[in-house]
């Protein structure tokens, strides 16, 4: 009750700092929970798609996940998908005016879930409203990489930086997540987390400092011809399920989208046949026992 009640009355300050007038009709959201759609929207070039499963969140009108149009450049991304643990329609282009935005849908994420959140968010806390959309591709001879950009953000920035509700977002190629920046996670504990006009999220990671567009581009590398590479995207709120975080993505291909700085540096990634190890490794794991909800409301 305390915590969520300090959120409220301090983020009022932030709130107020924020309120700055967004370029009108520059990143326009329709909600979308076709995975056929996501794909075709998140795709640049040079892979060629498979499959697509989506893992998402609706309730009445809210959706977790959408494609976008940027024509006035906010945060610097071109179009392609938004995936988030709230109703992707109120992270379109705008003003800050909500310091606490948030739709619970009130789902806790499954334990093959629970595996891949863990990592990302530094500890064994429990996830909900989780958005998880998953590719399945195969790349030709010429292809050693794949490549994309990403913006992330979040309303648990910056007051609950620190404690427990250190809402992630992850990209696992082949079973390896690539979604590092500065060798840490991409997560609303990172230091590179900054206020930043253009929506109605309160934190941007922003890998620049202030002093060019916050887009991280990611790598992954890939063997040549290789077929039934799995690419999951995932993007969880840790600890409750108020207070969204969202990210933005576009571009995937063989060679690197518009701007972005690099992160997560180049990984080696499993064959897809050692993925197909790994996962049953997981598998073997999702009986495990669920860890208790920290109780903070």
Request: glycine share 14%; net charge negative.
């Amino acid at each position: 009750m305390e915590f969520k009640t300090i959120k409220t009355i301090k983020g009022m300050f932030f709130g107020f700092a924020f309120v700055m007038c967004g370029s009108a009709n520059a990143i326009v959201i329709t909600t979308d929970n076709d995975a056929n759609n996501l794909g075709s929207a998140l795709l640049g070039g040079g892979v060629t798609v498979i499959s697509t499963t989506l893992n998402g969140q609706n309730a009445g009108a809210a959706v977790s996940s959408g494609t976008f149009t940027n024509v006035d450049n906010t945060y610097g991304i071109g179009a392609g998908i938004v995936l988030s643990t709230g109703d992707v329609r109120d992270y379109a282009s705008g003003a800050n005016t909500v310091i606490n935005k948030s739709t619970d849908y009130g789902t806790n994420a499954t334990a093959a879930q629970e595996l891949l959140l863990d990592p990302i968010t530094g500890g064994a806390f429990d996830h909900y409203d989780v958005t998880q959309f998953d590719v399945v591709f195969d790349v030709d001879a010429a292809t050693e990489s794949i490549f994309f950009n990403a913006v992330f953000g979040s309303d648990e920035f910056p007051e609950f930086v620190g404690s427990d509700y250190i809402d992630a977002f992850g990209i696992y190629l082949n079973g390896i997540n690539i979604a590092s920046f500065d060798s840490w996670p991409v997560n609303v504990d990172h230091s590179d987390m900054g206020m930043l006009a253009g929506t109605e999220l309160d934190g941007i990671l922003d890998p620049t400092n202030g002093t060019g567009d916050p887009i991280m581009l990611f790598e992954g590398m890939v063997t040549p011809g290789s077929k039934n590479n799995v690419l999951t995207f995932i993007i969880a709120d840790s600890s409750d399920g108020v207070y969204d975080s969202t990210v933005y993505l576009s571009g995937l291909g063989n060679f690197p989208p518009r701007g972005g700085q690099p992160g997560g540096g180049v990984v080696n990634v499993p064959e897809p046949a050692s993925f197909a190890l790994l996962g049953i490794g997981l598998l073997g794991m999702v009986g495990m026992q669920r860890r208790r909800k920290n109780n903070f409301i």
